[in-house]
């Protein structure tokens, strides 16, 4: 049975009446929940007695210093490289970066951090892993005085977890950064075949 010409008129005039509700309704609870601060759980570490913390998100394990294969040729910063269940992984020694001198192997902790959208890892050495904890977006604040020294492109503010001031940690930009991707595969060109 098809529609009589009343109802369109009916219909539209539903919309019209519902789109005026909504005009004059008050904004939902859904909106005022995105504008909340939303936390994020970050691994807390230490370097020199200085606290830091990076996302949670990027961090697939926690380790004792492994043993570490040293690569000719290559920055002080980077240890070398060490096998983690059969898969050949770089170790960036951060103290080192820092400037400091390397990192322990008996009291050091090894970070295994990865990029969350491709095949990307590597083990960061810092002296120690103090503990997981929530941080509200709203409480990292940028520091007082600007930052300086090799770590300070990657460092995106600061804040107070527990009683402890700590700097966040950009790992995503370290780990896509020019120092650490020189060593990425170069992409071979094809040969050419013998005809």
């Known amino acids: 049975m098809a529609p009589g010409p009343g109802s369109a008129a009916t219909l539209a005039d539903a919309v019209s009446l519902v789109d005026a509700q909504l005009d004059a309704a008050p904004a939902p609870a859904a909106a005022s929940a995105l504008e909340a601060p ?3 759980r970050f691994v807390q570490f230490t370097i020199d007695e200085t606290s830091y913390a990076v996302s949670e998100a990027f961090i697939t394990e926690l380790d004792r210093v492994p043993a570490i294969t040293l690569v000719p040729h290559t920055p002080s910063w980077l240890r070398g490289v060490t096998s983690l269940r059969g898969d050949v992984l770089s170790v960036v020694d951060l103290r080192v970066l820092l400037g400091l001198d390397p ?3 008996h009291t050091g902790r090894m ?3 990865r990029l969350l959208d491709e095949e990307f890892s590597v083990g960061l050495l810092v002296d120690g892993v103090d503990r997981i904890v929530t941080i509200e977006a709203g409480t990292v604040h ?17 804040c107070v977890a527990g009683e402890q001031l700590v700097t966040i940690f950009d790992l995503e930009r370290l780990l896509r950064s020019a120092d650490i991707r020189q060593f990425d595969d170069v992409k071979e060109e094809p040969s050419c075949e013998a005809r």
């Open 111 to 113: 970070l295994v951090v």
């Open 103 to 105: 990192t322990s192997a």
């Open 142 to 158: 940028p520091p007082a005085a600007p930052l300086e020294g090799p770590l300070a492109p990657f460092l995106t503010g600061m």
């Open 38 to 40: 939303r936390s994020a």
